[in-house]
């Protein structure tokens, strides 16, 4: 029992890859079997995180992680691999491993090439997860990129069949290569000011692990490469934020998103909007704010712009979408602009006399990237659930559609009114904090993102209004089949812990503070 | 005395190409087999060179010393270090693996496989000459059979141009950097080719600097670099399917290691006055041969100027003059090595099939060779460095030395990172994904199972040293200790 109970967090981050594996090696046709392993293979981990969140507690800390596992993998240039949890990962992990055993059982709906499908989505898993539990740079790195591979193959592959796109002079794609290359490309060249930021900051410390970096890095003095110091660290923290703020995405580097979410098969969004994003936001608060803190509190101004652009601008335009996979999508640049919002507001105070502010804030930013995670998911499996049924994703081709199927209704507005941030569901109480955390800081822009919210609740709304209520489409009367028993338990699990959160959300909340306080108190 | 193994490794495909000559021509099927058979000998030969060699001990391993022309100072001198001994084992791969694709050769195979184990026997004992006579006579070995095999079993279509201008432009860069390996024979007053005894020869700084370039980038023509690489896309396109695995695979690899022995090695401080000049032609490989291969139709250009760029970096990571840039090259060379072979070896695949290499022509073949088309794939995620494989593993390294020199070398030539990733996606979406051609339809069949082992085998390698760096980086490292120590510890 030793040997598992010291490397848990390899377990977790292995358990799917592993499993990716023997998932290729069962036979090809039979595809009931290779759902069942798929969905009983993402919950080893889900039950793993929950061992790890009941004993986190009681759990040695050390360079301020639990759980640490080091060993060597890249000698050669200082690089091991190095993994540890605290609060803020440890959120992240569990938002990972309870989304993939979920966006699981909504794929079995997929028919087509399901072994590849499942082992890249497991893949997929432990990209991820290795991006929350890396201690060391270079792995953050690696597990970072990894990422983008399966769910390229899972938009391209696997995504909406209909809908064409020019990609370049004259050559046309379909929707979804053009959205998978986009996705691709947009990525990658942001990462490669990570790339390099990370090389320079490796051979400038002689090291890539992370918790000796906080000193090492921050330390720095003196010249760099014939430049101040400063200024090396400047043109570095520019590199890292821009390759986050387009995972997150922060507005204007979102453009990749619509198309990636729409195009993406409904399991993948889930995934792309529920975990994918949080990655970038993440890194803004395990790499950017601790690395960079000076650098960091000059570019809060424009961060915090930025995301009242984005809680503004994707509200506007999810309002405007006919689509409504588009509407949810941009609804996650709308929600993800708060997420920003909050950290850019601590990135200002922290260490001020708005520090208390900062860490209200902090907290509501972490909430938000977890409750967030917990409603797109939602909202982009019940889109999927009626285009299962109605073959279109056009707002105008619907209506008045409650009558029909009035369980289904009945989900998507309690998913709906979470998206939109009702008190006593859990988008009130991350947005509540982040406003309230944000105000003493940056009250002109909190003041505005509340103009953004009030775009929030229209957007989303019109989403439900134009599904559920008005005329009935004739076309649908007795062909819209009600939501079914496994589209129900892949909502449930969600629907419990969106009002779990927003009706008592301190067993939540308790471990992110107790993070924020260490990492930024 | 122990088994000398390299010397069997270096001398077992010529033996066996003069065999074949024994052979009756029209026995394809026999000659085919007895090729495989000694391809996998080789194969297992090189595997366990690599395996057994210890990083922590001596510098080279596997010496053998015989006298050849004493009166001129000649003998034969092998041995491995570091840097070629994961070299070695690339080449047994490439043999390998080329030999099982080459296995449509229906036109005099016989005298196919016969240049092809020439050729094989040169650039084995390019890698473990210790005496630069050997080196320049394994070379010149390597590169004659270039010209039979790209003339006579080539694509008709340019295949006697492009032998013909591959053959000139290593030749006369061979000449080149024969003239300065004669300087430096006639100079050091040692009379003698061995290269160890040269490399304390203790040459003037003047007469280093002089050199250098000349060795430095004859031998580096057949790297490929900037601006001698005009015979390579021609060539790799011209030649049959294992003549360019070959030819990128481990011929391109050749020409970087000779310069790295006899140049650096030998002349460091001409090196060290001109790398840091020269890194520039090496950036003009990395960022140009990206872009050109963005733009290019016939599916094999597009590998062939991606070879460019690749081994760009390779010349980089030399370039830079310290630890990381030489391990990164050291283990690009591998990496590179096994990732151009399997390209290759799937267009290869593809054109026998599809008989065009026009990309616009062709697509949906993931259908009908998954295989392939996941090996490609993988290929691909390598060359554009994707963390996880072995490209990663190479090509960081590089980029950290070059940050130690030339900080803004770096970041140039990270843009080649993103024009490889969108011409890989590209090449991959339009020849495996979308609609398989109505001339296709029906006309098409799977890869045979042979076929699947070598690309299994090159993926393995790839994922391999990407997954667990230590199964190679602590070799190149021990060979990239002595080189810096030439250097003076740079």
Redesign the interface.
């Known amino acids: 029992m030793d040997f598992f109970s010291d490397k848990l967090l390899s377990l977790i981050l292995f358990t799917p890859a592993v499993a990716a594996l023997l998932i290729l090696l069962l036979p090809k046709d039979n595809k009931r079997l290779t759902r069942w392993v798929a969905l009983v293979a993402s919950l080893i981990p889900f039950a793993l995180a929950l061992v790890v969140w009941f004993n986190f507690d009681g759990a040695p800390v050390e360079f301020g992680f639990r759980f640490r596992e080091q060993y060597t993998w890249y000698a050669a240039i200082n690089a091991t691999f190095h993994v540890g949890v605290d609060g803020l990962s440890l959120t992240m992990v569990l938002l990972t491993t309870l989304l993939t055993p979920i966006a699981v059982l909504a794929s079995f709906n997929v028919e087509e090439n399901v072994k590849a499908y499942m082992a890249l989505f497991l893949l997929l898993e432990t990209g991820m997860l290795g991006v929350f539990l890396a201690l060391d740079l270079l792995l953050f790195f690696v597990f970072w990129e990894i990422g983008l591979v399966p769910m390229y193959f899972l938009i391209n592959r696997w995504g909406s069949e209909k809908g064409e796109r020019e990609l370049w002079k004259g050559i046309k794609v379909k929707a979804r290569t053009y959205a998978s290359f986009k996705f691709m490309i947009y990525t990658m060249a942001g990462s490669l000011g990570l790339l390099l930021a990370i090389q320079m900051l490796g051979v400038v410390s002689g090291t890539f692990d992370i918790p000796t970096l906080f000193e090492r890095w921050t330390g720095l003095e003196g010249t760099l490469f014939g430049l101040p110091v400063n200024t090396v660290k400047t043109v570095a923290f520019w590199a890292f934020v821009v390759a986050f703020a387009i995972k997150v995405p922060v507005w204007p580097f979102h453009t990749w998103l619509p198309d990636a979410h729409t195009e993406a098969p409904t399991a993948g969004s889930m995934i792309l909007a529920g975990v994918l994003l949080k990655l970038g936001a993440y890194g803004f608060l395990r790499l950017v704010l601790p690395l960079y803190p000076d650098q960091a509190r000059a570019g809060a101004g424009v961060l915090a712009f930025l995301a009242t652009m984005a809680i503004i601008f994707g509200a506007f335009s999810a309002y405007g979408q006919k689509d409504f996979k588009r509407l949810v999508a941009y609804s996650s640049v709308n929600h993800m602009g708060f997420v920003v919002l909050g950290i850019a507001a601590a990135a200002y105070a922290v260490g001020t006399t708005n520090a208390e502010s900062a860490t209200i804030a902090l907290n509501g930013a972490v909430l938000q990237m977890f409750n967030h995670g917990l409603s797109s998911a939602g909202m982009f499996f019940l889109v999927g659930v009626i285009y299962e049924r109605t073959h279109t994703r056009d707002l105008e081709e619907m209506g008045g559609l409650f009558p029909l199927v009035p369980v289904y209704g009945g989900i998507l507005i309690f998913t709906s009114m979470a998206s939109l941030g009702l008190p006593g569901l859990n988008g009130f109480v991350s947005e509540f904090l982040v406003v309230r955390g944000a105000w003493p800081i940056f009250t002109v822009y909190t003041a505005l993102s509340m103009l953004g919210l009030l775009f929030t609740g229209a957007y989303v709304l019109k989403g439900i209004a134009k599904t559920l209520q008005g005329p009935l489409n004739e076309r649908w009367r007795g062909e819209l089949a009600e939501i079914n028993r496994r589209e129900v338990i892949v909502m449930a699990p969600l629907m419990a812990l969106m009002l779990w959160l927003g009706v008592w959300p301190a067993w939540l909340l308790g471990v992110i503070n107790r993070a924020m306080l260490a990492l930024f108190g | 005395m122990q088994f000398p193994i390299l010397s069997v490794l270096v001398l077992l495909p010529i033996v066996s190409g003069v065999l074949l000559f024994f052979f009756p021509s029209d026995r394809k099927k026999l000659i085919y087999r007895f090729a495989l058979a000694v391809a996998f000998i080789a194969f297992l030969l090189s595997l366990a060179v690599y395996l057994s060699f210890d990083p922590g001990g001596e510098r080279y391993q596997f010496v053998e010393h015989y006298e050849w022309l004493p009166a001129l100072g000649i003998s034969y001198y092998v041995a491995v270090d570091g840097i070629s001994a994961p070299l070695v084992l690339l080449t047994g791969i490439v043999m390998f693996t080329g030999v099982i694709i080459s296995h449509g050769i229906d036109d005099r195979p016989r005298e196919f496989f016969a240049f092809l184990f020439i050729l094989a026997t040169g650039v084995f004992g390019v890698f473990v000459s210790l005496d630069m006579f050997a080196l320049f006579f394994f070379y010149e070995i390597a590169v004659f059979p270039m010209y039979l095999l790209i003339a006579l079993w080539g694509w008709k279509v340019t295949r006697e141009y492009a032998a013909m201008k591959l053959t000139l432009y290593l030749f006369i860069g061979s000449v080149v950097a024969l003239v300065g390996a004669l300087a430096m024979y006639f100079t050091s007053g040692l009379h003698t080719f061995n290269m160890l005894e040269l490399e304390q020869a203790g040459f003037s700084t003047a007469f280093q600097q002089l050199w250098f370039p000349f060795v430095f980038l004859g031998f580096a023509v057949l790297g490929g670099i900037f601006p001698f690489h005009n015979w390579s896309p021609d060539g790799h396109v011209a030649a049959p399917t294992a003549v360019s695995m070959f030819h990128a695979g481990v011929l391109m690899k050749l020409g970087a290691f000779a310069a790295l022995r006899v140049g650096i090695m030998l002349l460091p401080e001409g090196a060290k006055f001109h790398l840091p000049w020269m890194i520039l032609l090496t950036l003009v490989n990395v960022v140009y041969g990206a872009f050109i291969a963005m733009v290019q139709k016939d599916f094999k250009y597009v590998i062939g100027f991606s070879s460019v760029s690749h081994m760009g970096l390779v010349i980089m990571g030399f370039a830079t003059l310290n630890f ?1 840039g030489f ?1 990164g090259a050291g283990v690009q060379m591998f990496s590179h090595g096994v990732m151009t072979a399997l390209f290759f070896a799937v267009v290869g695949m593809v054109y026998d099939q599809a008989h065009t290499r026009q990309i616009p022509e062709l697509g949906g073949f993931a259908k009908v060779m998954p295989i392939a088309a996941v090996a490609f794939i993988i290929g691909g ?1 390598v060359s ?1 460095g ?3 494989f072995s490209g ?2 190479a090509e ?2 590089i ?2 030395g070059v ?2 020199t030339h ?1 803004w070398i ?2 140039v030539a ?2 080649s ?2 024009v490889t ?2 011409y890989i ?2 090449v991959v ?1 339009q020849v495996f ?1 979308g609609e398989l051609p109505e001339q296709f339809v029906g006309h098409t069949r799977d890869i045979k199972v042979l076929e699947k082992v070598a690309l299994g085998l090159l993926c393995l390698a790839m994922i391999g040293v990407g997954l667990f ?2 199964v190679m ?2 070799v190149v ?1 021990s060979g990239v200790q002595h080189v810096l120590s030439l250097l003076g510890g740079a």
Do not use: D, K, Y
């Open positions: 990381n391990l995620l554009m994707m963390p996880g990663f593993i960081f390294p980029f950290m940050w130690r900080p770096a970041i990270a843009i990172i993103v990733a969108s996606l590209r979406g994904f760096p230590s980086v602590p490292e």
